[in-house]
């Protein structure tokens, strides 16, 4: 398996919103909390949006 991590900073904010946008109208997509954190899970890729992560 492998593991892309990707972390963005304040002005990276308008790529982030993007991928955030094509993630969210994936119809495969799940949300998970992990914490009280919210974490975007598909196969192999995990989004932890308060992290920009």
């Known amino acids: 398996m492998r593991i892309m991590v990707l972390e963005f900073t304040d002005c990276d904010s308008a ?3 993007e991928i955030m ?3 969210n109208n ?3 997509i799940g949300y998970l909390r992990v914490k009280d954190e919210q ?3 598909l196969p192999g890729l ?3 949006p308060g992290r920009r992560r």
């Open 21 to 23: 946008e094509v993630v």
């Open 39 to 41: 974490v975007l899970s």
């Open 15 to 17: 790529i982030f919103d």
């Open 46 to 48: 995990e989004i932890y």
């Open 26 to 28: 994936h119809p495969d």
